[in-house]
């Protein structure tokens, strides 16, 4: 607890760029936690050298990130917007838990086969260890409840098995978090293969809308939306073509599903597609332009990493302090 309040931790990679499903799926709906969660957002630069990355574009990137979650809305007064690499107690921590993971576990890891397989050139330590740093990072904020996506269950279930067993040898150190449940946003879908989830790493830039496109790519993209071939706008399993433009609209615009089949009664899906780019566009647009002005002020960005990142480190270091003192390390002289 941070202030009377449960505390919220996550983190994202600066790769790739954010996408609409990540936008209306995850973003949007995190404005408000802050009322009732203390809340960690955390750009996980060290979780993103496990694969190579070009330094000046990921530096880049990461700064882009932390912008764009200030235009989103989410006030960095009341959330803690940080670099992970500003905190080095998230490595620390790492370390520790490293001695307390099982080889075993990290070979089950199903996101370790993925991406060894498609880095088979660089397949490093820190790959196969990555799931400890997520431990970690989650660990030393004594986060209750973490927002992820199923691809990520599984690190959770291992942050959770990594804190009872160390509560199991020293006594209640750590907070055993929990997957966050509250409002979700809507799962957004490929615009090319709509039963595949909207991703920021799709080979086709067709299939995914960023949140940074301009307005004739966004349109153009809604444009060549994959549809269906009923030929009418109706909310269903069988249409999920038709059914994912229903979602993003509904999400743009507030109307329900049966508003939005009524709206375009006897209407083609051109008409719709039209409509459903339009309202992407009234939504992105002023977090583009917020996102540039921010971008611009540069003062006040860099007051944000470096309040934030003395927070982060200050709730950090006092998990770290405790459990390097249970292992058994020397305690510092002051
Ligand atoms: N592994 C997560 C991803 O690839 C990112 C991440 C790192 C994370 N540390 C975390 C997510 C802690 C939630 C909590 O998406």
Redesign the pocket.
Known sequence: MINDKKVL?????ATGNLTLGNYLGALKNWVNICDEYECFY?V?DL?SITVRQDPAELRKRARQLLTLYIAAGLDPKKNCIYYQSHVSGHAELAWILNCFTYMGELNRMTQFKDKSAKHADNINAGLFT?PV??AA??LLYQADV?P??KD?LQ?LELTRDLAQRFNGVYGDVFTVPEPYLGKVGAKIMSLQEPTKKMSKSDENSNASVYLMDDTDTIMRKFKRAVTDSEGCVRYSEEQPGIRNLIDIYSACTGKTPQDIEKEFEGRGYGDFKMAVGESVVAVLKPLQERFEELSKDKAYIDEVIKENGEKANYYATKTLRKVQKKVGFPERIR
Do not use: T
Not at 9 to 13: A, E, L, N, V
């Open positions: 931790f996550s983190g994202m990679q955390s996980v979780h990555y740093l997520m990072d989650i973490v992820v996506g990520q690190h």
